[in-house]
């Protein structure tokens, strides 16, 4: 008898526990202020643009919590239903999200309008180093031949395409605010270009243009934007584990081209981009792929242009750029 | 002169809520031979465990050698042959000899461990009990018969005074019984080892022990086998014709 | 697909670290798990892993990081282990039970604060695992202290570990502290998969505790020379494993991992052998 009462008041106090941190956790999913339209969206580039556009007319909802890498999340129950409780969802690209088609096939919802940011943009194969094999082909298992990058976002100009599809969404689902939107989204896609501008002019003039990243291949849009060589040591997910001979191989480029600085990403451990800077006498570098951002920096209110801010500098000190 | 090798007074013993051991009380001298029978589920094993330290005492006291057994810390002097100990583990990686060396483990101290001169007693050991030949075989390998030779060599090693033996027999075929019998009478001739055997075979132990001790849940009787084949309480609980058929051997 | 001739590989101080930590960690993993193996707490190291992410993640919501979270996973672990003891005494159940229930109190532990938290500044998972490439030197020397006190511990122990090994009934009538002896067993055993999970990551952990053990098991012909096997391979699946990946261009602790498996099948078949050789 004694045993039983013990365990029924231990689980009810569990489930206490659970349903309180569960409330806590809701109120911690930050939207901004306001009731009208609400959007469930996947990453944080998206999430910031989509506060842009919406501004107080509006609730965005960021669906992989701060702090968390992407490659790896997967939905759980209740964020299937904060998706059905949503007018959009709105998500980066196939290759990113490759779960979101799965998820929204298993929605009943009406009135729910999905949408794919990355619609339209044109996706360039992850080469990493050239002739690499993938370590995370089981994600692209239906996908034979090649494997896409899915960081569109960090090349500018695709960052311009996304807040259009995001608008055009947004309008259509309340085009009552038309106007109000479409001019966020302008103020928008400018503050995109003059950031483009930047960097444009503060990588002209480096004394490299090699960018060494001990990460996984994040950069790729950007590289190939503003002409730089990138080299990374993981393939295109963030799951792969870089192999002995790969590192090896990096540190004897690095040692060669006589760069003093190597990138490591933001959030994952900085271990192996500290062990290659370590075997070479270089200084390692955070460069941010504004995949998703730190709780702190959440709760700061930090955007994507502060992000890519910081990156500028980075890369203007890894490569030697001159100040413009 | 006799010296107590275990005095128990009025033991109880209790898995949960039932009464397994009521009230033993038994003084086993130094010399004794002893058969502990009774039917199953009477105690025996428990009463052997209590003894040990292996089951807690829910009333009563034991001493051993004159000390009680909670703070009994010379088991060089008691040896203890476990009832089936079957190698659960055929894989079990120890040799005959690592296995009967174990049993030195319990006359040394804190770190035990097991010195060059320690093998003269485990050789001597091993070759009393026929096992010699048997010495790098793995116990997994042997056979039941051979197993239960190498776990009593573990139990001898350090020569003790008391020997406690738990339905030993229970798996061996009659030959094999028979040497076993012979092998610990010789023990408690010519060394005056105590022994504590408990069994099924009330007949045959009959035939070795001095003493017998007839447990269920409580001492129904504690004497030698002739006033046991004499007595008319064992006729009442047994009926005479059991009686008679148990004693007939003798 | 040999981009790096053998000799050179050894130039690389990650490389040397990583030779030098993952045979230490190596050899005190396979001396431990032939104990955990015998008494069926092979997946011990599973178990206690999912535990350390629990602590971690209790580390985490109170930021602390890197070495400071070692301050709650340490003491979290190391009472987990001994809770898994208990468990297997007070709740009549075998090793391999205790160890799924405190296993799955872990990791839900830690999914549960993890999400309480709304977020992180890190990453939880690649903070908490390490991976052989990246060994610092200041963990070459957590990786030395731990193998001179594991190895010292069972050397003070090994007669005591036998003998409850083989039967706790007969080590404590043999006058050994049976409890204690089992706590130790647990302590370094969790002690060793905490420091070595930041050091090599859980893969190679749980696999180091189990297959070196397990092959060992079916060739030696006494428990002495079990435990020297067990050690002989760990190391040589390390440093060969190294090589093997540097080689065919494969990530490292998967090639340890395989390499560990082709031993215990080679251990399998010699065995297999034996047999047919003494039958004819």
């Known amino acids: 008898m004694k045993v039983w009462i013990k365990c029924s008041v231990i689980c009810a106090l569990?489930?206490?526990?659970?349903?309180?941190?569960?409330?806590?956790?809701?109120?911690?999913?930050?939207?901004?202020?306001g009731s009208g339209l609400r959007i469930v969206i996947t990453l944080f580039p998206l999430y910031d643009f989509s506060r842009a556009i919406i501004g107080d007319k509006g609730t965005v909802v960021m669906l992989v919590p701060p702090g968390m890498e992407p490659h790896s999340?997967?939905?759980?129950?209740?964020d299937v239903a904060r998706i059905s409780k949503s007018s959009l969802f709105i998500y980066t690209n196939r290759y990113m999200e490759p779960w979101a088609d799965r998820i929204v096939?298993?929605?009943?919802?009406?009135?729910?309008?999905?949408?794919?940011?990355?619609?339209?943009?044109?996706?360039?194969?992850?080469?990493?180093?050239?002739?690499?094999?993938?370590?995370?082909?089981?994600?692209?298992?239906?996908?034979?031949?090649?494997?896409?990058?899915?960081?569109?976002?960090?090349?500018?100009?695709?960052?311009?395409?996304?807040?259009?599809?995001?608008?055009?969404?947004?309008?259509?689902?309340?085009?009552?605010?038309?106007?109000y939107y479409e001019n966020n989204a302008a103020a928008l896609k400018k503050r995109l270009e003059d950031m483009d501008k930047r960097y444009s002019k503060g990588l002209a003039d480096c004394s490299s243009r090699l960018v060494m990243h001990g990460g996984h291949y994040a950069f790729g849009y950007m590289a190939h934007r503003y002409k730089l060589d990138y080299r990374s040591l993981s393939g295109v997910s963030s799951e792969s584990e870089p192999s002995a001979a790969k590192m090896a191989k990096m540190v004897r480029q690095i040692k060669a081209s006589g760069v003093r600085y190597l990138f490591a990403e933001e959030m994952l451990s900085p271990r192996i981009s500290e062990t290659i800077a370590a075997e070479t006498g270089a200084?390692?570098?955070?460069?941010?792929?504004?995949?998703?951002?730190?709780?702190?920096?959440?709760?700061k209110g930090t955007t994507f242009f502060d992000l890519m801010d910081v990156n500028l500098k980075m890369l203007q000190k890894g490569l030697g750029c001159s100040e413009k | 002169?006799?010296?107590?090798?275990?005095?128990?007074?009025?033991?109880?013993?209790?898995?949960?809520?039932?009464?397994?051991?009521?009230?033993?009380?038994?003084?086993?001298?130094?010399?004794?031979?002893?058969?502990?029978?009774?039917?199953?589920?009477?105690g025996k094993s428990t009463f052997i465990k209590a003894l040990l330290g292996l089951c807690s005492l829910s009333g009563g006291s034991i001493s051993l050698f004159g000390t009680p057994q909670a703070s009994f810390r010379q088991w060089e002097r008691v040896g203890y042959l476990p009832q089936s100990l079957a190698m659960q583990n055929a894989l079990f990686p120890a040799t005959v000899a690592e296995t009967v060396a174990l049993g030195l483990l319990s006359g040394k101290r804190f770190p035990r461990k097991i010195l060059s001169q320690d093998r003269y007693k485990v050789e001597q050991t091993l070759a009393l009990l026929g096992v010699d030949a048997l010495r790098n075989k793995l116990i997994g390998e042997l056979s039941g018969g051979q197993q239960q030779r190498v776990f009593l060599a573990r139990a001898l090693v350090n020569d003790p005074e008391l020997l406690i033996l738990d339905e030993p027999t229970a798996a061996l075929d009659p030959e094999t019984r028979e040497r076993f019998y012979g092998l610990i009478g010789d023990l408690n001739r010519t060394r005056g080892t105590t022994l504590l055997l408990v069994t099924h075979d009330t007949g045959v132990i009959g035939g070795y022990a001095s003493k017998m001790l007839y447990l269920d849940k409580s001492v129904l009787f504690y004497g030698s086998f002739d006033q046991f084949c004499h007595s008319s309480e064992m006729s009442a609980l047994f009926g005479s014709p059991s009686q008679h058929i148990i004693c007939h051997r003798h | 697909m040999q981009e790096v001739p053998l000799m050179e590989i050894f130039v690389y101080g990650f490389v040397q670290r990583a030779m030098l930590a993952g045979s230490l960690i190596s050899v005190l993993c396979s001396v431990l798990g032939v104990f955990l193996v015998l008494r069926r707490m092979s997946l011990i190291g599973d178990g206690l892993a999912h535990v350390t992410f629990g602590s971690a993640a209790m580390a985490l919501a109170m930021k602390l990081y890197s070495a400071s979270s070692l301050l709650i996973s340490i003491p979290v672990v190391?009472?987990?282990?001994?809770?898994?003891?208990?468990?297997?005494?007070?709740?009549?159940?075998?090793?391999?039970?205790?160890?799924?229930?405190?296993?799955?109190?872990?990791?839900?532990?830690?999914?549960?604060?993890a999400s309480i938290g709304g977020g992180y500044n890190v990453d939880l998972l690649s903070y908490l695992f390490g991976n052989i490439l990246s060994i610092t030197f200041e963990e070459v020397c957590i990786a030395v202290v731990l193998f001179v006190v594991v190895m010292v511990m069972m050397l003070l122990f090994y007669n005591d570990l036998v003998a409850v090994t083989l039967s706790e009934e007969l080590a404590k009538v043999s006058g050994v502290p049976t409890r204690l002896i089992s706590s130790v067993l647990v302590c370094l055993?969790?002690?060793?998969?905490?420091?070595?999970?930041?050091?090599?990551?859980?893969?190679?952990?749980t696999a180091l505790l189990v297959i070196p053990a397990a092959s060992a098991l079916q060739v030696a012909r006494s428990f002495k020379i079990c435990v020297l096997l067990a050690g002989l391979q760990g190391v040589v699946s390390v440093l060969a494993g190294i090589v093997i990946s540097f080689q065919f261009n494969l990530p490292t602790s998967a090639s340890v991992v395989v390499l560990n498996l082709v031993l215990f099948m080679v251990a399998c078949l010699v065995r297999r052998l034996r047999v047919t050789g003494s039958n004819s």
Request: with cysteine; hydrophobic share 45%.
């Open chain 3, 78 to 113: 190391l009472l987990s282990s001994l809770g898994i003891l208990k468990l297997m005494e007070k709740g009549r159940l075998s090793g391999d039970a205790a160890i799924g229930i405190v296993s799955a109190a872990g990791i839900a532990a830690g999914i549960i604060l």
């Open chain 1, 105 to 179: 096939k298993g929605i009943a919802s009406p009135q729910l309008v999905v949408v794919n940011a990355g619609e339209g943009l044109t996706y360039l194969e992850s080469t990493g180093n050239a002739h690499e094999k993938h370590d995370h082909a089981e994600e692209h298992k239906h996908r034979q031949s090649a494997v896409y990058d899915p960081h569109v976002w960090l090349d500018f100009g695709n960052a311009v395409k996304m807040v259009a599809n995001i608008t055009q969404a947004i309008t259509a689902a309340d085009p009552g605010n038309r106007q």
């Open chain 3, 189 to 205: 055993t969790a002690l060793s998969v905490v420091l070595a999970m930041k050091l090599v990551g859980i893969m190679l952990i």
């Open chain 2, 1 to 42: 002169m006799q010296r107590e090798v275990i005095r128990a007074e009025n033991l109880s013993c209790s898995y949960t809520n039932s009464m397994v051991l009521d009230r033993i009380s038994v003084v086993v001298d130094a010399g004794d031979y002893v058969g502990v029978v009774g039917p199953n589920g009477s």
């Open chain 1, 73 to 78: 999340f997967e939905p759980r129950p209740d």
């Open chain 1, 14 to 33: 569990l489930v206490f526990i659970v349903s309180g941190c569960a409330r806590q956790d809701e109120k911690n999913k930050r939207n901004t202020a």
């Open chain 1, 283 to 299: 200084s390692v570098l955070r460069l941010h792929g504004a995949h998703n951002i730190a709780v702190d920096e959440y709760n």
